[in-house]
């Protein structure tokens, strides 16, 4: 039977071809930690990258990642190391590489050789704060945005008002806001004033901007929201806008809670 290219069926966000060592070379090219992948295809359709040293411009081309050697203008690319980093991102920071707006983004936080090619794990809109990963380990990256891994994500959100045992209880339950259905693993009652109150949320699976629609539909405003942790990666005493690598036990953590470890 004629071997063929494989065929890029999807397996949970991934391709079959990407969840073991074979992806496209442009794919490899970003895995490897070279370049990002619109580089990558620019080096290609630019005549400058071989694979087994033999010159290609296809960018269709499949690859094996640890079998074939690829060389850009001739010079073997071999993988980085990676990399793991959690920075408590600040209020007010995009979580994007170059924002279009010219908004400052979570990448003035980190230094230029960190950042060159780390992408955020998910996302934090601009107005919260708190917890966010960054890697250069693109499968584990995958497999913690992967909603099968449920990897639950707390929160501390502060609200205008006092939420009581219905609007807390309507939140786990679920509430539907523009047709979606929306729904905290848990709700704590943290600490109250005389107008404000903390509440602790955890979500399994967060959409967009998840923990302020719920909290509309109630009735109430979100008025800060950090996330603390993701599953028992904690973001501690870390100060504002400070990053650190994250240590080998908690890199362990993340392999093992998604299937790369035992």
């Known amino acids: 039977m004629k071997q063929g290219r494989p065929s890029p069926k999807r397996q949970g966000g991934e391709t079959k071809a990407e969840a073991g060592k074979r992806v496209t070379l442009a794919r490899a090219l970003s895995k ?11 080096l290609i359709t630019d005549g400058r990258v071989s694979v087994g040293g033999q010159t290609t411009t296809d960018l269709s081309r ?24 959690m920075l408590n991102k600040p209020r007010g920071l995009v979580t994007t590489r170059e924002d279009p707006e010219g908004r400052p983004t979570v990448y003035s ?35 913690l945005l992967d909603p099968e891994t449920h990897l639950g994500k707390v929160y501390h959100v502060q609200v205008n008002g006092i939420l009581n045992d219905d609007a807390i209880a309507r939140m786990m339950d679920g509430v539907v806001e523009d047709g979606e259905r929306l729904v905290a693993t848990s709700v704590q009652r943290l600490r109250s004033g005389d ?21 509309d539909v109630l009735g109430f405003e979100c008025l800060r929201l950090v996330r603390v942790s993701i599953g028992e990666i904690k973001l501690g005493d870390l100060a504002k806008g400070a990053v650190r690598a994250l240590t080998e036990a908690e890199i362990r953590y993340l392999r093992q809670r998604t299937g790369l470890e035992s």
């Open 109 to 143: 936080c980190l230094g230029d050789a960190e950042a060159r090619f780390l992408s955020p794990v998910g996302r934090l809109d601009k107005a919260s704060e708190g917890l966010l990963l960054f890697t250069n380990d693109t499968i584990l990256a995958q497999r």
């Open 195 to 215: 107008r404000n109150s903390w509440i602790e949320v955890e979500l399994q699976e967060g959409r967009n901007r998840q923990i302020r629609r719920m909290l």
């Open 32 to 42: 490897l930690g070279y370049c990002s992948r619109t580089q990558a295809e620019k």
């Open 62 to 85: 499949w690859v094996d990642i640890e079998a074939d050697r690829i060389a850009v203008d001739g010079v073997t690319v071999a993988a980085e190391a990676k990399i793991y980093l």
